[in-house]
């Protein structure tokens, strides 16, 4: 199973920036799909999660209004578009999967697979 981050970069406060996730070696829609992130000095924390139908979503506080995400099953994609970016979102992006249920989770402990993330950087 590989989970491949992209679209991670420098952008400026207020900006937008389109993360995806390709999957490879799992059937995604038998799979919950979820974005993870980890600031320099941090834990790493649940940013936003969709069920294996793309008919249940979750964020954190943080991000809602801000951030949403999706997925194509038939490309084995999920995406992260986040808009009204703020300094404090800068981080190294983590997709993950897991085995699915229809329903979302916020635990990092539940996911079974994880990319290598992608950087994104939010300068004031």
């Known amino acids: 199973v590989q989970l491949v981050e992209s679209g991670g970069g420098l952008v400026q406060a207020g900006g937008s920036l389109r993360l995806s996730c390709a999957a490879s070696g799992l059937t995604s829609s038998n799979h919950g799909m979820g974005w993870f992130r980890q600031a320099s000095g941090m834990e790493r924390e649940f940013v936003a999660a969709?069920?294996?139908?793309?008919?249940?979503?979750c964020y954190t506080d943080s991000v809602k209004g801000r951030f949403t995400i999706s997925r194509v099953n038939a490309k084995n994609t999920v995406s992260l578009q986040m808009g009204g970016l703020k300094p404090e979102d800068t981080a190294v992006y983590y997709c993950?999967?897991?085995?699915?249920?229809?329903?979302?989770?916020?635990?990092?402990?539940?996911?079974?697979?994880w990319g290598q993330g992608t950087q994104v950087t939010v300068s004031s």
């Open positions: 993950a999967a897991y085995l699915g249920t229809l329903f979302t989770y916020r635990d990092a402990g539940r996911y079974d697979y």
């Open positions: 969709i069920n294996l139908r793309g008919t249940s979503t």
